[in-house]
């Protein structure tokens, strides 16, 4: 699932890649990929590229004229670049922006989901359009000075963390990361944070997300792969030592995932309970 330093790397590279690449046709495979209608995706023809940025878990591809795609991968979304056209038998196409020097921009999607999406906009409305005027301020490289009133709820840090709408571009991946650096318990309220507990979480969101960024600029390269190697040290690390104390990392599974995290940094020695199971017992 790409999160905030997924989506950066990818909006670098293509960035790089793409400037000034002047767009032949466009078209959408992908049955519901696109949500706009107008203008249509024949507008992009003859439009140079102009650049390619991040916003949360977005990206926006910029193209002279003032047009802009707005994408979301979604969990399973890829947007890559080739040096030659897709077969139209791939089945992973949802939409493929065709350039005249011969190579490809194509979103592609994993899995028999079709649930990224595209917007074709002006770039004056992309702003005040819904899926970005919702979310909340960047994680990174500054996360919100604010950060205590806004996770200042009764949910668990591991939900609040991931809500959009209150701190942009965290999600399943980084969330453990950055709660066991900071070495704060997942099912910690936000309500309950010490001030130096919010700093020890800015710092960790900063420093986690900054890393992977850091991590990633020396080892990808264009054409990226289909999956990313993310550079995680817990999330998906149950069973294994930790990497500061050596106890054993410890999970908990929700309906449709797995959170990890270490007993001893984070939860003072308590091993959660596994939610599906506890419900199942009942
Ligand atoms: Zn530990």
């Keep these: 699932m790409p999160e905030l330093p ?4 990818t909006a670098r590279l293509l960035g790089r890649a793409l400037q000034g690449a002047i767009v032949e046709s466009a078209l959408a495979p992908g049955l519901n990929t696109l949500k706009t209608f107008a203008p249509p995706l024949a507008a992009l023809e003859g439009l140079a590229l ?5 916003r949360g878990k977005h990206l926006v591809v910029e193209f002279d004229g003032g047009l802009a795609l ?19 038998r791939d089945r992973t196409s949802r939409l493929l922006i065709r350039l005249r020097d011969g190579r490809e921009l194509r979103l592609r999607e994993f899995g028999t ?11 004056t409305q992309l702003e005040a359009d819904a899926a970005l005027a919702s979310l909340g301020p960047e994680a990174w490289p500054e996360p919100p000075e604010d950060l205590a009133q806004r996770l200042a709820q009764p949910r668990p840090l591991y939900a609040a963390l991931r809500d959009q709408h209150v701190i942009a571009g965290i999600g399943r ?32 969101i900063a420093i986690t997300l900054g890393g992977a960024l850091e991590h990633y600029e020396g080892t990808l390269a264009l054409p990226l792969p289909d999956k990313l190697p993310l550079p995680l040290a817990v ?29 001893i940094c984070q939860t003072e020695g308590r091993v959660l309970k596994d939610r599906r199971l506890s419900r199942l017992l009942k």
Excluded: N
């Design 235 to 263: 999330h998906r690390h149950a069973g294994d030592p930790c990497p500061r104390c050596a106890t054993k990392l410890e999970s908990v599974s929700f309906e449709d995932y797995v959170m990890s995290y270490c007993p």
């Design 6 to 9: 997924e989506v950066e790397i």
């Design 70 to 88: 707005l994408i979301h991968l979604m969990s399973a979304g890829r947007l890559q670049l080739y040096d030659t056209r897709a077969s139209m």
């Design 173 to 204: 991946s980084w969330v453990d990361e950055i709660l066991w650096t900071a070495q704060i318990s997942p099912f910690k309220r936000g309500t309950d944070l010490s001030s130096q507990e919010v700093q020890a979480l800015r710092e960790a």
């Design 113 to 123: 989901k079709q649930a990224a999406w595209a917007k074709l906009l002006e770039s």
């Design 50 to 54: 102009t650049g390619v940025h991040r």
